[in-house]
């Protein structure tokens, strides 16, 4: 039976499941960003070490393992960790929090504000998702001031006066 088990874990690997769609503009080298439940609001800086040769066909998923150093030791094994890459070809996008889209007439919209108390339902064409947010493809515009919580009350009473009328 085992005594005791040595590891030395200065170097720690992270396996990271890759899309489908991303994995043919990965390179062994990249810089990647790790950020991990146990340390929030920190990254680890690490290296992209080795893209797997299967894809899994339930997951549509490559396994990419990435290296990082972990000189204090603040990285364990098995620790929950989401990786971030800047992958070649990218292209600057508008996000916005998948509770901000509302759909109104068959259309998905967004308020955007137009005055102080004032919102207006834009149209928008949404794009991919990532992590609990939705790119805006058409529609709005960085630094347009968007409602992230409550648009579904918005949309209520957009709904209710556009009732109240007919």
């Known amino acids: 039976s085992e005594m005791f088990i040595v590891s030395e874990l200065t ?16 390179r062994t080298g990249m810089p990647v960003r790790v950020s991990v439940q146990g340390h929030p609001g920190r990254t680890f800086s690490g290296k992209l070490a080795r893209l797997g040769e299967q894809l899994d066909s ?10 990082l150093a ?4 603040l990285l ?8 971030e890459m800047d992958l070649p070809g ?7 929090p998948e509770t901000a889209v509302q759909e109104l007439k068959g259309q998905s919209v967004v308020f955007v504000q137009t005055g102080d108390d004032l919102y207006d339902a834009q149209p ?9 947010a939705v790119e805006v493809v058409r529609g709005v515009a960085g630094g347009d001031r968007v409602v992230t919580r409550g648009a ?7 709904l209710k006066s556009s009732l109240a009328e007919e």
């Open 11 to 26: 170097t720690v690997w992270m396996i990271a499941n890759v899309h489908e769609e991303h994995f043919q503009r990965l």
């Open 58 to 67: 339930a997951t549509r998923t490559v396994q990419a393992r990435i290296e």
């Open 70 to 73: 972990n000189p204090s030791g």
């Open 76 to 83: 364990k094994p098995e620790m929950y960790a989401d990786a």
């Open 90 to 96: 990218t292209h600057p996008a508008v996000f916005v």
């Open 124 to 132: 928008i064409e949404i794009g991919r998702g990532s992590g609990g």
């Open 152 to 158: 579904f009350l918005l949309k209520s009473q957009l």
